[in-house]
């Protein structure tokens, strides 16, 4: 299956296009970034996961007016590997997390239970800096379709409702994206 996906910042002007293929040995995801955030950038991402839409690697390149580079995470077991170096500092981050895209609440939904929340801790990339941090999230179910993120670790304090389509990717995150339809 293959889809095409598109959102928009709704904090900035910015809008992502998102290109999703699964298949039974799992799931690729490319998207590209575009953002007048930061004196403007573009950034690029491709996503490797499993069956179960748990990240195995993202590549990220971004070209603006205040950087220009790349950076591949990938996982290595329990641990992480940045640009091929173990970071022991990310030991046990469940999955990535990049600042600029929606795509990345999909894999910790996709695995919540319907009556339960679910606390993690990260890789959070923060794209326009290409940094990496540990950062820890809890997701809480509110119904069928809905889902509050709250962010317990680099943003503490950070909460916003999330309404999401089946697949559990996002539809609307209040405050910073919601999905958009090309014209036809």
């Known amino acids: 299956m293959s889809a095409v996906v598109y959102w928009r910042r709704t904090d900035v002007e910015g809008l992502e296009r998102l290109e999703l293929t699964t298949g039974p040995g799992g799931v690729t995801a490319s998207g590209t970034v575009v953002c007048l955030e930061d004196g403007g950038f573009r950034l690029d991402h491709t996503w490797s996961l499993d069956a179960d839409w748990r990240a195995l690697r993202v590549e990220v390149a971004v070209r603006g007016a205040h950087v220009h580079g790349a950076l591949r995470l990938e996982r290595a077991g329990d641990s992480w590997l940045v640009d091929g170096v173990p970071r022991p500092d990310l030991d046990g981050a469940q999955e990535p997390d990049l600042s600029v895209t929606p795509f990345c609440n999909t894999f910790p939904i996709r695995r919540m239970r319907a009556d339960e929340d679910l606390t993690l801790d990260t890789a959070f990339i923060d794209g326009p ?8 999230q809890r997701y809480e179910p509110l119904g069928p379709g809905r889902v509050r993120y709250v962010d317990l670790g680099l943003s503490q304090g950070f909460e916003a409702d999330l309404t999401v389509d089946d697949a559990g ?3 609307r995150y209040e405050h910073l994206f919601e999905r958009v339809e090309p014209a036809r």
């Open 129 to 136: 800096a290409l940094t990496v941090a540990r950062s820890r």
């Open 169 to 171: 990717l996002v539809v």
